[in-house]
């Protein structure tokens, strides 16, 4: 039992690449989340899925992208990486009325 | 800013004593939701909250979410070395949405 899978663990990028994150759970979970941690700024919500095919933004959206093909994955996107997305990245899944599952987070480094 | 405001951001405390952190949004909750992160690992749950006046304990560790489910607090007895690490809140403001505090750093001595 999986549960909420991210690779990869570690990322160096430079300044100006594009790279996916990918986050798999295998729980049926309809709700999808992508959280960056930053220090002293607790979790930021980056974007968030309630179902297959639906994606929202969060409260830092800007310079990520998502989707949710399908209900097992979903994918955060960096298509130009920048320095101040140097941060841990967390994505967790729900059924709605439930905790949150994390995955155990992406430490990425954009030089 | 963030939608839910963390208070202390910083917490030291000799073992034994008592400490309480709390969580304050603006909007009414869905539900509120406590984790625990050590440094550099992930987050465990502690405890969800989702009924106006709900109060949780699991072992020394109590929270509360008032009526108006705009306030939380997590209140530990007799702290010990074990609870060092921070302390997230996380809520849902609107549909699907869910957002956490900036965290509540807790330093244990013993």
């Known amino acids: 039992n999986a549960g909420v899978t991210q690779t990869p663990k570690f990322r160096v990028l430079k300044t100006g690449q594009s790279m996916t994150l990918l986050c798999a759970q295998d729980?049926?979970?309809?709700?999808m989340y992508w959280y960056r941690q930053d220090p002293g700024m607790g979790l930021r919500l980056i974007h968030y899925?309630?179902?297959?095919?639906?994606?929202a933004k969060g409260e830092v959206p800007d310079g990520y992208n998502v989707s949710r093909l399908k209900k097992q994955n979903f994918l955060l996107g960096l298509e130009s990486a920048a320095p101040s997305q140097t941060s841990v990245y967390f994505c967790?899944?729900?059924?709605?009325?439930?905790?949150?599952?994390f995955g155990n987070g992406t430490r990425l480094t954009v030089t | 800013s963030q939608e839910l405001e963390q208070s202390p951001q910083s917490l030291i405390v000799q073992e034994g004593k008592n400490l309480t952190i709390n969580c304050t949004s603006s909007?009414?909750?869905?539900?509120l939701y406590w984790y625990k992160q050590k440094y550099g690992e992930g987050l465990i749950f502690l405890m969800m909250?989702?009924?106006?006046?709900e109060e949780k304990s699991h072992e020394k560790i109590t929270a509360k979410l008032d009526e108006k489910k705009q306030q939380s607090s997590l209140h530990i007895t007799a702290s010990q070395p074990s609870h060092a690490g921070i302390y997230l809140c996380?809520?849902?403001?609107?549909?699907?949405?869910?957002?956490f505090g900036q965290g509540t750093i807790l330093t244990v001595h013993p």
């Open positions: 729980m049926n979970h309809e709700y």
């Open positions: 967790a899944s729900s059924t709605g009325n439930s905790p949150l599952h």
């Open positions: 909007k009414t909750l869905y539900g």
């Open positions: 899925s309630v179902g297959e095919g639906t994606t």
């Open positions: 909250l989702q009924k106006g006046g």
């Open positions: 996380g809520g849902g403001t609107s549909y699907g949405k869910l957002t």
